[in-house]
């Protein structure tokens, strides 16, 4: 019996070439921008988590300080839970790699007194440790005598989480819209295609076919056009992505070794609400007919 309908979906779907192919390309398109902006989404957040990962804290260091005084603020900085290394940088030292990193930028700096360049600190830090564990562990910190400032870019990370946030929340948004979207293209597609049928369809009633048998057919195309707009939209991004890759470069992401694709969930998730709203697009082009 399922393979009656899958043959009268499939008949069907070819005879109503026509405004299938209109349905599809326009949930496809609508798929396409949808999973591109979930790819960003995906991809800031694993820069987001690699970012977390190299995440360290500065303690910059009062001047003045013994050589006693620093061995024992780096002593009761190790014996702090979620630091796993703890490096003094001497001002000597703190000078001559702010000259390396500028380069020739910093032609004329070598003058400087190395008095100008605070003694520090750098905590580096287990992985896995959140951010709020950061946060309290810098606060730790900041209380230890003889430390004067303490630094690790706390506030951008919890300006970019936010962000990440609300992206997230948008894909909820933008996933609600692209279900309706669906809903609509495939039972005004659908429905269109029905009326187109109905003689046929009262023929088959009056020979006695049931409703489901009539029906039935409708769910499977609508499920198809969703699902096919869906894979299709995938193919697309597939397609795109190396381009994509390319064009960002290295350094606009140099913090991730590649711009990834669209992982396995989300993948499923695509598929999944094509087939999805397809397959309820197709009921709602049944009801009342």
């Known amino acids: 019996m399922k393979g009656i309908y899958l043959r009268q979906a499939w008949r069907h779907f070819r005879?109503?070439?026509?405004?299938?192919?209109?349905?599809?390309?326009?949930?496809?398109?609508?798929?396409?921008?949808?999973?591109?902006?979930?790819m960003f989404v995906e991809n800031f957040e694993a820069l987001m988590a690699r970012w977390q990962k190299r995440v360290q804290i500065v303690c910059y260091l009062k001047t003045g300080l013994s050589e006693a005084?620093?061995?024992?603020?780096?002593?009761?900085?190790?014996?702090?839970?979620?630091?796993?290394?703890?490096?003094?940088?001497?001002p000597q030292e703190a000078k001559e790699e702010l000259l390396k990193r500028m380069g020739e930028v910093a032609q004329g700096l070598?003058?400087?007194?190395?008095?100008?360049?605070?003694?520090?600190?750098?905590?580096?830090?287990?992985?896995?440790?959140?951010?709020?564990?950061?946060?309290?562990?810098?606060g730790r910190l900041r209380r230890l005598k003889g430390v004067e400032e303490v630094q690790y870019g706390g506030r951008w990370l919890q300006r970019a989480?936010?962000?990440?946030?609300?992206?997230?929340?948008?894909?909820?948004?933008l996933g609600g819209i692209l279900l309706l979207v669906t809903l609509f293209i495939t039972a005004n597609t659908l429905r269109l295609i029905f009326y187109r049928r109905q003689e046929e369809v009262e023929i088959l009633r009056l020979v006695g076919a049931t409703e489901g048998f009539i029906r039935y057919p409708f769910l499977i195309e609508g499920a198809l056009q969703g699902l096919l707009g869906a894979?299709?939209?995938?193919?697309?991004?597939?397609?795109?992505?190396?381009?994509?890759?390319?064009?960002?470069?290295?350094?606009a992401i140099p913090?991730?070794?590649?711009?990834?694709?669209?992982?396995?969930?989300?993948?499923?998730?695509?598929?999944?609400l094509g087939f999805l709203s397809g397959l309820i697009g197709g009921a709602i082009s049944c009801t009342g007919s």
Do not use: D, N
């Open 231 to 251: 894979g299709l939209s995938v193919v697309l991004l597939a397609l795109l992505h190396p381009f994509i890759s390319m064009a960002l470069g290295s350094q």
């Open 161 to 173: 989480r936010a962000l990440l946030r609300l992206l997230k929340g948008t894909i909820w948004i």
């Open 110 to 138: 070598e003058e400087m007194a190395e008095e100008l360049f605070p003694a520090c600190l750098e905590v580096s830090l287990r992985r896995g440790l959140g951010l709020q564990a950061v946060e309290a562990l810098a």
């Open 15 to 38: 005879e109503g070439a026509g405004p299938h192919l209109f349905g599809l390309c326009t949930i496809a398109l609508a798929f396409f921008l949808f999973s591109l902006f979930l």
């Open 69 to 90: 005084a620093v061995k024992e603020l780096r002593r009761r900085a190790l014996q702090e839970k979620g630091v796993s290394s703890v490096r003094y940088i001497s």
């Open 255 to 272: 913090y991730l070794p590649s711009f990834r694709f669209l992982s396995t969930p989300a993948l499923l998730s695509l598929l999944s």
